[in-house]
């Protein structure tokens, strides 16, 4: 098992300029999850996935981020335009309801907005 | 929505002796605490949990224990080895009434083991 699959690993871009990073989830998990860790506020769930339906948005920060899962093995999450702020740790997550509960976590994607 | 606190968000602990992180949660409804490790520049990785019909799970070195009634859990690890040294976050997870799950975390704690 490859585990969840991120990509870029590491993404420098300047202001105004689009990011979009990739998951994998591991297969056969049907729920998808997005994160971001920033020092000053931690882990914080963006958007969820269950069975390729976003379930809950409420922690996407602003019209400027967007996210797509067009089937169960890729999921996109999108900075349009990307401002300094933005720059984090955006890590995906995924699981398998119905027979536990155990989340895993991809690598994460480091991203420097310049 | 559900509320997690964690503390102490610092600690340092004689190789050998014990450890100890305290989270409490707000929404009673909440069922299932995840404890997560994450090492530096690495992904958050599970390392225990425990739901709510039970008050304490083991494994190995690590246990948790929850009490429901005060919304709080722990997390102890016992004879710390250096390999302990990362950042410790519990979570908690709430179902909404439309059936929503969401993992809440806490702000982490920060664990060096000192040779």
């Known amino acids: 098992d490859a585990g969840v699959i991120q990509s870029p690993r590491h993404e420098v871009t300047e202001m105004g300029q689009e990011v979009t990073l990739r998951c994998k989830p591991i297969s056969g998990h049907n729920s998808l999850f997005w994160y971001r860790q920033t020092m000053m506020r931690g882990l914080e769930l963006l958007i969820y996935f269950n069975n390729n339906v976003p379930i809950d948005d409420s922690g996407m920060p602003e019209d400027r981020f967007s996210a797509k899962m067009p089937n169960a093995s890729f999921s996109t999450l999108k900075i349009q335009p990307s401002e300094p702020r933005d720059s984090a740790v955006y890590f995906c997550?995924?699981?398998?309801?119905?027979?536990?509960?155990?989340?895993?976590f991809g690598p994460g994607t480091r991203l420097l907005v310049l | 929505g559900e509320n997690v606190e964690q503390h102490p968000s610092t600690l340092s602990v004689q190789e050998g002796d014990s450890a100890v992180i305290k989270c409490t949660y707000s929404d009673s409804a909440s069922n299932y605490f995840p404890w997560y490790k994450q090492e530096l520049g690495k992904r958050p990785q599970l390392i225990i949990d425990i739901r709510s019909n039970v008050g304490e799970k083991k494994d190995q070195r690590i246990a948790v224990t929850l009490n429901k009634t005060a919304k709080h859990f722990s997390l102890h690890i016992t004879e710390t080895q250096p390999e302990d040294s990362a950042v410790y976050f519990c979570a908690a997870r709430s179902v909404s009434n439309f059936g929503n799950e969401k993992l809440t975390f806490g702000t982490g704690t920060r664990l060096t083991i000192i040779p």
């Open positions: 997550a995924s699981r398998r309801t119905g027979l536990g509960e155990t989340q895993y």
